[in-house]
C-alpha cells in the first residue's frame, strides 16, 4: 500500500531550512568578528598605552640615571675638594702652632709660654679678636704692628717675657698688661649719620671680655668707612681729630695726614 511507504521531504522547505540555518550562523560569525575586532582594537590600544608607559619609564629612569652620575660627579669633585681643604687645614694648623708669621720676639714668648716657662700669656692680639670677612683688611690697617703685641695679665709678667727675650737676645716685644690698659672710646655727635661711615673698630671686633680695655685702647678712636671719599668728607667735618681707615685699607691719619 502506497499509503504505508515514507514521504519524501519537501525540498523547498528544506532548502528553506538550510537557507535560514545558514544565514543564523553567519550572523553569529558576524557577530563574533565584530567582537573580535573590538577586541583586536582595545588590545591594540592598550597595546600601545603600555608602550608609551614603557617609553615614559624608560625616559625618566634615563633621566634620573644621567642625574645620578651628574650626583656621583659632584661627590667625587667634593670629595677631591675635602681632601685639598683638610690639606690646607692641616698646613694652616701647624703655621698657627709654629706661630708662622709673628715675629721672632713674640714666637718666642709664645714658646716660652707654652713650655710653661712664662706664665700668664694670653697671645697676640690677632688670636685674641675675630671680624668678619668684609672687615679683615681694614682691621689690619687699624691694628697695624699692634696686631704682634701680646697682652699679659699685668705689668710683672711683661717684666719676666723681656727679661727671657734680653736674656736669650731674640729681639723686641711690645706686651699689653691688661691690669694697665684703659679703654679709650671715640664720641663724637654726629659720626653715625655720616655717609659712608661704618662704626668705631672696636665694635667691630669680636672678644672676650676680659680684653674689653686692651681692644678698645687700641681701636676705640679709629673709624671705619666704606671708601676713601667717605673718610675724607667725615676727617673734614672733625678736622682730623681721630684715624679713619677704609674697607680697603686707606687711611686718613689723625693730623691729617693720608697713608694708603
Excluded at 645620578?68 to 681632601?83: P, S, T
Excluded at 703655621?95 to 697671645?123: P, T
Excluded at 681721630?242 to 685699607?249: A, E, H, N, S, Y
Amino acid at each position: 500500500d502506497r499509503a504505508d511507504l515514507p514521504r519524501e521531504p519537501d525540498v523547498a522547505l528544506v532548502r528553506a531550512e538550510d537557507h535560514a540555518a545558514a544565514a543564523a550562523r553567519k550572523m553569529e560569525t558576524e557577530e563574533k568578528l565584530a567582537a573580535c575586532r573590538s577586541a583586536l582594537s582595545a588590545a591594540r590600544e592598550e597595546a600601545q598605552s603600555c608602550q608609551n608607559t614603557l617609553a615614559g619609564y624608560a625616559l625618566r629612569r634615563k633621566t634620573r640615571e644621567e642625574k645620578a652620575e651628574k650626583l656621583r660627579q659632584e661627590l667625587r669633585d667634593c670629595g677631591v675638594q675635602i681632601d685639598t681643604v683638610s690639606s690646607r687645614l692641616r698646613m694652616f694648623r701647624e703655621m698657627e702652632r709654629e706661630y708662622e708669621g709673628y715675629s721672632k720676639a713674640v714666637k718666642f714668648v709664645m714658646q716660652q709660654a707654652q713650655s710653661g716657662k712664662l706664665r700668664n700669656i694670653h697671645g697676640p692680639i690677632s688670636r685674641l679678636i675675630q671680624t668678619d670677612d668684609r672687615y679683615s683688611v681694614a682691621m689690619e690697617i687699624a691694628l697695624g704692628p699692634a696686631m704682634q703685641h701680646i697682652v699679659v695679665s699685668a705689668e710683672e709678667d711683661a717684666k719676666q717675657a723681656i727679661g727671657q727675650l734680653k736674656l736669650h737676645d731674640v729681639g723686641r716685644a711690645t706686651f699689653l698688661p691688661l691690669s694697665a690698659m684703659e679703654s679709650r672710646v671715640l664720641r663724637e655727635k654726629g659720626l653715625e649719620d655720616c655717609p659712608g661711615y661704618i662704626g668705631l673698630a672696636s665694635a667691630l671686633v669680636r672678644f672676650e671680655e676680659r680684653y674689653r680695655a686692651v681692644v678698645e685702647n687700641l681701636l676705640g678712636r679709629t673709624v671705619i668707612a666704606q671708601t676713601l671719599d667717605d673718610a675724607i668728607r667725615i676727617a673734614r667735618r672733625y678736622q682730623n681729630r681721630f684715624k679713619i681707615v677704609t674697607l680697603d685699607g686707606q687711611v686718613m691719619n689723625a693730623g691729617g695726614s693720608m697713608t694708603g
